[in-house]
């Protein structure tokens, strides 16, 4: 039984080449890997050796040779591809044990020139591993070295045989493999616009054909709608503290609804410093809010909007002890979401057992936790975006009313200006004192988001006396700062940029009402 090892990553391996030739296997190898395995002390026959062939090239060209490949791909069960080996004196490969050259960890380094990145092209692996993937029937292929462990008890506990189940199932993670290697270095290639520096050439942030690729976590029980299929999949190297990284502590599995809206509360929920829960329904916050804690935000929040937050998703950014736990759980949420739960938290669920509790780590860097881009699928194609990461600063704020805000009144624009980038437009937040009072989302007309967030907070039985307004996007014209003038709000924040801001302008000062800019919009499709 021989084993060919040819690795670049060479966590584990030597540990691993130990246990099989302890188990009498025949040990390849080629180049760093051979002399490593030599060194300790382990029998090893160079794949040049083997071939009679000497690596060249500066070691482009070492495994590329028949006596490599026939024995990875000659079937045994065909009497005419072992007659064939017999003539040519070559040998059945049964385990191939490869990892690639680090292309892409090369091409994330700053400073990676062109030629860095070609040379960390890896040929003859890839075509290794695609050779023994085909014939999966006679030879196991490890592509990483998570698989060590699994594939050594296998073949202790057997005699040295792996069944078909798991020499299949390596097949397919090579594949996998191959194709998020060959991804990489297309959508690298395929950026770069050929205007360098020093070597290092200029990328388009949208090659010119992208190669998304994704692991699939589970398939869901439905989709968006029970008549539609569905399936949960993360990125290849999911970033710290979203929300692919959580852990379910207890509830029904995750549906697709609950998924997304989800996501939607704890990316928003995140983006605050002070303690804050926000309340999703549908994909839009419904209640938002920060206090002293948990509790005190929770407790803000759903004042907003009690009705809908019914059966709403809850996200939190503290962790959640005993009576933040009391609170939520006196009403019908479908999942809750924090960095952590006590376990007297923990316990006052243990009676609702369908309530979905899930666990995330807050990244230590926010900004680093978030998409680089947002991907939206429409008929036969993409629309490939950057994600909408702004965050306003303080001095980004310019006052464009005669009125001049108070400390109080920019704190409530700021944080009104912040739930509203989590609105879908048209978006018209009302906010006071770190809580909204009235949301309008998702209407067609501005005018109609304004009246329906008044509307919302006089069910809620909440003033809008002195709150702040935020609008994602600027109003066309003056007649929506009226409606929210009129319904009690003394501030807003809007992007400005309309022909017509003179006018709207013009309206604050006649209202007497602050208006400031940011200079950005902030649409949610």
């Not at 959640?320 to 809750?336: G, I, M």
């Not at 008929?379 to 001095?395: E, M, P, T, V």
């Not at 770190?434 to 919302?456: F, P, Y």
Request: with cysteine.
């Amino acid at each position: 039984m021989y084993a060919l090892i040819s690795v670049s990553d060479k966590t584990g391996i030597v540990d691993f080449a130990r246990e099989l030739h302890a188990l009498g296997v025949h040990l390849l190898s080629t180049g760093g890997t051979a002399k490593l395995l030599a060194e300790q002390g382990l029998s090893v026959t160079e794949v040049a050796d083997m071939t009679g062939f000497p690596e060249m090239l500066d070691g482009r060209v070492k495994t590329l040779h028949p006596k490599v490949h026939g024995g990875l791909l000659a079937r045994r069960d065909h009497p005419e591809h072992m007659a064939a080996l017999r003539r040519h004196n070559i040998h059945t490969i049964d385990i191939l044990v490869v990892n690639l050259y680090p292309f892409e960890a090369t091409v994330a380094k700053p400073g990676c020139t062109l030629d860095d990145a070609i040379e960390n092209i890896d040929i003859g692996g890839p075509a290794m591993v695609r050779s023994a993937a085909k014939n999966w029937k006679d030879v196991a292929v490890l592509t990483d070295a998570s698989q060590y462990a699994d594939v050594l008890q296998e073949l202790k506990a057997s005699g040295k045989k792996l069944s078909d189940k798991t020499r299949f199932a390596l097949s397919v993670a090579a594949f996998n493999r191959i194709s998020q290697y060959d991804g990489a270095i297309s959508n690298y290639l395929s950026s770069i616009e050929f205007e360098t520096s020093e070597g290092i050439p200029k990328r388009s942030p949208y090659p010119a054909q992208s190669n998304a690729q994704f692991i699939k976590l589970q398939d869901l029980r439905y989709g968006e709608n029970p008549h539609q299929s569905a399936a949960f999949y993360r990125d290849l190297q999911p970033a710290p503290g979203s929300l692919v990284m959580a852990r379910q502590l207890q509830g029904k599995e995750l549906s697709y609804n609950n998924i997304a809206d989800a996501d939607a509360a704890w990316e928003c929920v995140k983006s605050f410093d002070a303690p804050a829960c926000v309340i999703v329904k549908h994909a839009n916050p419904c209640g938002v809010a920060v206090g002293k804690d948990a509790h005190a935000a929770y407790a803000k929040a759903f004042q907003t909007d009690p009705t809908s937050a019914f059966g709403g998703i809850i996200a939190f950014n503290r962790p959640v002890d005993k009576v933040a736990a009391e609170a939520v759980a006196k009403q019908f949420v479908e999942v809750l979401m924090a960095p952590a739960f006590s376990a007297e938290a923990l316990e006052v669920f243990k009676s609702k057992v369908n309530v979905r509790i899930l666990q995330i780590d807050l990244p230590s860097d926010i900004a680093a936790s978030r998409n680089a881009q947002d991907i939206k699928r429409i008929g036969s194609g993409l629309l490939i975006q950057d994600a909408d990461n702004h965050a306003l600063q303080r001095a980004d704020l310019k006052v464009v009313s005669r009125l001049q805000p108070t400390a109080q009144q920019l704190d409530d624009l700021l944080f009104a200006w912040k739930v509203a980038q989590y609105v879908k437009s048209n978006a018209i937040v009302f906010c006071k004192d770190g809580m909204t009072l009235g949301v309008g989302a998702g209407q067609m007309s501005r005018l109609d988001s304004a009246r329906i967030a008044s509307i919302k907070a006089e069910h809620a039985q909440l003033s809008l006396k002195g709150t702040a307004v935020a609008s994602d996007a600027f109003f066309p014209f003056r007649d929506g700062l009226d409606v929210v003038v009129d319904a009690g709000a003394s501030c807003v924040i809007q992007p400005g940029g309309s022909m017509r801001d003179q006018e709207v302008i013009d309206a604050a000062n006649e209202r007497g009402v602050v208006m400031v800019l940011t200079g950005v919009r902030h649409f949610r499709h």
